[in-house]
């Protein structure tokens, strides 16, 4: 005989009992919930023209755009209804949520199905999540802040269509009202403007290089599997004869289980305590960090919070002397955030150009000299026989005029 765990007075599979009362309601949400709503996912997501349109959307996210209608056109509508199901995953990556979906219910259901045994179920378990660590180092789908870099250089053609393809479209339509979120520049006529800001991104990037690593939402999703792993482990060690009630061994297990799952726990909490903060403060935020700043949609209220960057000295001394006389406003222009990040992508391609013209003009210019040395050595002896030729000509005029030179010749 059987009988239920939650109630260990009532037999299961008797006539009339508990548990054939609740089996219907049972088998109803299982299917429900553990298998209608990932077939519901797995349909939105196959369904014709979605993969194509996440694809987009994706890229667009990665360019850091696409938060309105006129830089999202095609999939703006798609975005504000299921973003929920790809937003976390590299264009490519789309369908990753059936997977997570996938591990949680075999999980579930082998901890469910042999209950009884804790070994094998555990066994099973571990089974579950090491094919998840297997498949997320070998895939690394998400697609946190580092990604996304990687992510535009991978889709580079598809990239430039959409660029164009958005920038036309905006172009031709109206400038739209700046939104709650979106930032103003007042820009000066400094040519130097793009340096600074490559100069600054740079040391940025290098001062955040180690903590971006464990900010990563790879790294995230893989550190918590190592370490659902190692839990599992030590679940088998326990149920294992070899260890004794009060032995060191025992002991010592004990407490590396322990500082595995609050090792864990701490990293996760630190994580996701610094992401919230960084969307409450948006001005605590690192670029680490995977939070992103980006206006509402089209019904969204305006918002009178700005910032400035004035590249000008003249204008900066200004600022900082209020009795000095404002210089005139010559080559001023507010543009939105969005408009500056393509200006600062755009400045550091062309940097990235220059320096690639600089290396091949340094190049040409080794194979140059290179190849002319042996004409300007040729050029040299010539010059140095003409000379000593006329320096030959002039000693014998000299000794002729002195006559030195024998009679026959004269």
Same mark, same amino acid.
């Given at each position: ?19 054939? /009362? ?127 870099? /990687? ?140 939070? /992103? ?53 755009? *400045? ?26 042996? *004409? ?35």
């Amino acid at each position: 005989r059987q009988y239920l765990a939650a109630e260990p007075s009532e037999e299961c599979y008797k006539e009339g009992g508990l548990q054939q /009362e609740l089996m219907p309601a049972a088998i109803f949400f299982f299917l429900l919930y553990g298998i209608g709503y990932p077939a519901l996912v797995a349909y939105i997501l196959f369904k014709p023209d979605n993969a194509q349109m996440i694809k987009e959307d994706q890229l667009l996210r990665a360019m850091g755009k696409g938060f309105a209608r006129a830089t999202n056109p095609n999939c703006y509508e798609f975005r504000k209804r299921y973003s929920r199901l790809y937003y976390e995953f590299k264009p490519q990556y789309w369908y990753w949520k059936l997977l997570i979906l996938g591990r949680k219910l075999g999980i579930v259901c082998f901890a469910l199905l042999f209950r009884s045994n804790p070994t094998f179920q555990l066994c099973m378990i571990l089974l579950v999540i090491f094919a998840a660590y297997a498949l997320q180092v070998r895939h690394v789908p998400y697609m946190s802040m580092a990604e996304r870099d /990687e992510v535009l250089d991978l889709f580079q053609d598809d990239v430039a269509f959409i660029r164009d393809a958005t920038e036309k479209q905006a172009a031709a339509a109206s400038a739209p009202p700046l939104r709650k979120g979106a930032a103003h520049l007042n820009l000066g006529d400094d040519a130097g403007l793009g340096e600074k800001l490559l100069s600054k991104r740079s040391a940025a990037e290098l001062a955040n290089a180690g903590a971006s690593y464990f900010w990563n939402w790879n790294t995230v999703e893989a550190l918590l599997l190592i370490s659902a792993i190692l839990v599992n482990l030590f679940g088998i060690m326990f149920e294992s004869q070899y260890l004794q009630d009060g032995s060191v061994d025992l002991e010592v297990l004990t407490y590396a289980a322990l500082a595995v799952i609050v090792a864990s726990m701490v990293y996760y909490a630190i994580v996701v305590w610094t992401e919230i903060v960084a969307v409450m403060f948006p001005a605590l935020a690192c670029p680490f960090l995977n939070t /992103e700043v980006h206006g509402e949609d089209d019904d969204s209220i305006i918002d009178d919070s700005e910032f400035e960057m004035v590249a000008n000295p003249q204008l900066v001394g200004a600022a900082e002397n209020p009795a000095a006389p404002s210089p005139p406003e010559v080559g001023t222009m507010k543009m939105s955030l969005e408009d500056y990040m393509h200006l600062k992508e755009s *400045v550091r391609t062309l940097t990235r150009e220059n320096l690639e013209n600089k290396k091949i003009i340094k190049n040409l210019t080794m194979q140059n000299t290179l190849q002319t040395a042996p *004409v300007r050595q040729k050029s040299k002896v010539r010059r140095f026989r003409a000379d000593t030729m006329e320096e030959q000509k002039s000693a014998d005029a000299a000794r002729a005029l002195q006559g030195e030179f024998p009679s026959d010749d004269l």
